[in-house]
């Protein structure tokens, strides 16, 4: 069974274990996470969102983190103004068992990155898995390289 814990507009704090209780409120909070679930057969929180004014929003880290039952993150998305957002790196992060999975850099909703590739899939061997985008156009390595060099030689 879960419980939810909710901060609204409307009406401040909630605390429910039916996710119809707040449905159509608006989700707001800019001192901590607007939506947070708690696994309660494990006692251990499971899931928490930053929202501001109905979008998913948060300046200083994740705004959305789901937890495995031992309070290790599983997943870690940055969004600004309800955009998978964040510049300096990752947008997305996956984890499995404490140990970083995939990192995917996105801009705006969009998988772009101009100083490295925008996904890396880390494998149990040690490799890595990765793929080069920009403005959500996957390129091969040349493409992107030859990208990189045309955007340099258009600033000098």
Aim: charged letters at 30%; glycine letters at 6%; aromatic letters at 12%.
């Amino acid at each position: 069974m879960n419980k939810y814990v909710v901060y609204t507009k409307e009406l401040g704090k909630i605390s429910t274990n039916n996710v119809e209780d707040f449905i159509f409120l608006t989700l707001h909070r800019t001192d901590g996470p607007a939506f947070i679930e708690y696994n309660t057969d494990y006692g251990t929180k499971s899931f928490e969102e930053w929202w501001v004014d109905r979008k998913k929003h948060r300046t200083d880290g994740p705004a959305v983190v789901s937890y495995d039952t031992n309070n290790q993150p599983l997943l870690q998305v940055y969004y600004k103004d309800d955009k998978v957002h964040r510049i300096g790196g990752p947008a997305r992060i996956y984890h499995d068992n404490g140990r970083i999975t995939t990192e995917e850099w996105l801009v705006d909703d969009n998988l772009h990155r101009l100083d490295g590739p925008a996904i890396i899939n880390y494998k149990d061997d040690g490799s890595k898995e990765i793929s080069f985008y920009i403005h959500n156009r996957l390129m091969s390595y040349t493409e992107f390289e030859n990208a990189i060099l045309q955007k340099k030689m258009n600033i000098l």
